[in-house]
């Protein structure tokens, strides 16, 4: 397995490639050069037979003419004309006379061919004239030999002929020799490039092994280390735009995850609900105020339908999964109990270029206070509308009595200059009170708080109010602890609170009551004013509501009375810009308690 890996590699192939380019020009080299060689040899080899038979035709030509007196002198000096001119290494050369007989031999083995008729092709050719004559055969034993005729010419007649046979076995073993050279040059030259391969093919994959080690620890989230440079060559390029690559993913993913991170801690800490959902409406992402909202904090809710989760009816789920945009007014009940809530979810399509809506963005707004508020603003606005229209139509309605001949009227008159007056101080009460709360709503009222005598306020306001109580026989009570001495106050402020609680205690007190204002400092070291009537009460019903604005136990005799009901919504913004709070007690037929704290200073308090 590990050699089919290696096999596998570039280093592999590197190698394997030079190595066969190497072998393939070699193998193409030597072929051209071996059969170059062997056809040159070859051909030198015939030419030097022909040559030598060419020579030997015209030496012998006068002595096969019949120049030569006897068969003995004409064979001895053709004999004396072989040895002297011939001598070949493993060749054989025969003289013929006309008729093919053989007259001499070089080779004495052969002696037993002499007067012999040689029938071979070649010699039959030779006889017949033809000049080129030669031929290729193979010997019992396997030697190659190479054969030549030559005819014998004298006065343009054939007198004989030259028959050559050598033997080519050392010109064979010459180009075995030059094989064995050529292929071990080969594979000296296969086992050099394999090294320089190996020198080579490592000088590449050297530094895309450690670019391949890079790249891992890249994905695997390491990018503080670099891949090394090893030349400005086209891979010393590709590991410095390497490194750059990483110095840029590096810092992409640290802007990635810097983003991530403030969208998690953004979803975390909104103070509305978010639910991501796919395109099938099953919820992928909740954050912690949607599950705080829905009751379902803590749940493993991924792959919910959102459609369930709110209560959402079937055309609804449908709209989301096309991914039209909405919102909708929801009551939701918690499922652990609490108490139900109004929220409003708006419904935003997530598109993706070329895909599509991929989901939706739900984003849930708890407006219950929204509501209550907008609850509360049209209620104020009716009720300013009705405390105004009242002394509006009255004043009109005597305004036009008085014109249509009323002022006349010397009884009338009076009585109905008096309805308009009351009326319209009654609508400049209403405004200036309206215009108060407006101060208060919007902070723009100013406290200035100076060192104010506890006593000596209580006493004043029982004295703004003495002919008033005197009218009605109403007793008063000051009970000021003696802890109680200066605090600092808005005095002006707290006149108005005390003013509206005294006033409201009047009109409800009947003829003989009592009221007591008390002074008194709390545990906490808040200073604790209360006004105490004996009047008529207030329903338990009513208590929760007594200090909202225009509100009123009845109605009817209150407005105769001349209120706007707007006076404890007064005192109980004064009270708090004081930092205070303020609370009723009451029993019906019993009578009315109305106590408000403030911080006190410590010179307020007397030293024991």
Do not use: C
């Amino acid at each position: 397995m590990k050699w089919l890996s290696f096999f596998r590699t570039i280093q592999a192939k590197v190698i394997i490639i030079y190595v066969l380019l190497i072998l393939i020009a070699m193998q193409l080299i030597g072929v051209y050069f071996v059969s170059a060689m062997k056809n040159s040899l070859t051909s030198n080899f015939t030419t030097d037979l022909q040559g030598r038979a060419e020579l030997m035709s015209v030496l012998a030509a006068k002595t096969l003419a019949g120049e030569v007196d006897s068969d003995e002198d004409r064979n001895e000096s053709l004999q004396v004309m072989v040895n002297n001119l011939f001598n070949m290494n493993g060749a054989e050369i025969q003289v013929l006379d006309a008729t093919g007989k053989v007259l001499i031999t070089s080779m004495l083995s052969h002696s037993d061919y002499v007067n012999k008729k040689n029938t071979q092709t070649v010699v039959s050719r030779a006889l017949q004239g033809i000049v080129d004559n030669e031929e290729y055969i193979i010997d019992d034993d396997g030697t190659r030999k190479k054969v030549v005729a030559k005819p014998v010419i004298h006065n343009d007649k054939i007198v004989g002929a030259i028959y050559i046979v050598a033997s080519m076995s050392e010109l064979y073993a010459t180009m075995e020799r030059i094989n064995s050279i050529f292929i071990s040059g080969i594979l000296l030259a296969l086992g050099l490039t394999a090294v320089l391969g190996v020198i080579l093919s490592h000088t590449i994959t050297h530094p895309i092994k450690e670019l391949t080690r890079h790249a891992r620890a890249v994905a695997e989230g390491r990018f503080t280390e670099k891949a090394p440079v090893f030349g400005s060559d086209e891979i010393g390029q590709l590991s410095q735009t390497f490194n750059y690559m990483t110095s840029r993913l590096r810092e992409a993913l640290s802007q990635n995850e810097e983003e991530k991170e403030k969208l998690a801690s953004i979803l975390t800490n909104m103070s509305d609900g978010v639910i991501a959902t796919d395109e099938a409406g099953r919820v992928i992402l909740m954050n912690r105020r949607a599950g705080q909202m829905l009751g379902v904090e803590g749940e493993e809710l991924a792959g919910r339908e959102i459609v369930s989760l709110l209560g959402l009816e079937e055309l609804e789920a449908e709209s989301l999964v096309r991914g039209g945009s909405d919102s909708k007014l929801l009551d939701i009940t918690p499922r652990e109990g609490g108490q139900p809530f109004m929220m409003r979810v708006t419904f935003t399509p997530i598109h993706r270029r070329e895909i599509g809506i991929t989901g939706t963005i739900a984003v849930l707004q708890d407006v219950t206070e929204q509501e209550k508020l907008e609850a509360s603003r049209r209620e104020f606005v009716a009720n300013v509308s009705h405390e105004l229209r009242t002394p509006l139509t009255t004043i009109k309605s005597y305004t036009e009595a008085l014109e249509d001949g009323a002022l006349e009227d010397k009884q009338l008159a009076p009585r109905f200059v008096g309805v308009i007056q009351n009326e319209t101080g009654r609508m400049i009460r209403l405004v200036t009170d309206l215009l108060h709360l407006s101060r208060f709503d919007s902070k723009e009222a100013a406290m200035r708080k100076q060192p104010v005598d506890i006593v000596e306020m209580l006493e004043d306001v029982e004295d703004r109010f003495s002919f008033q109580m005197q009218q009605k026989n109403v007793h008063t009570v000051i009970d000021a602890r003696p802890a109680v001495s200066v605090a600092m106050l808005d005095r002006d402020g707290i006149d108005q609170v005390l003013d509206n609680l005294i006033s409201n205690a009047l009109k409800y007190t009947p003829d003989g009551g009592t009221i007591t204002m008390e002074a008194d400092v709390t545990e906490d070291g808040m200073l604790s004013l209360s006004v105490a009537d004996t009047g008529i009460g207030i329903p338990k019903k009513d208590l929760d509501r007594i200090f909202e604005r225009f509100y009123r136990v009845d109605k009817a005799r209150t407005r105769n009375m001349g209120g706007t009901g707007l006076g404890l919504s007064i005192a109980r913004e004064i009270v708090r810009i004081h930092g205070g709070s303020i609370y009723l007690q009451s029993e019906l037929e019993k009578g009315t308690k109305v106590t408000f704290t403030l911080p006190l200073n410590e010179e307020g308090r007397e030293t024991t």
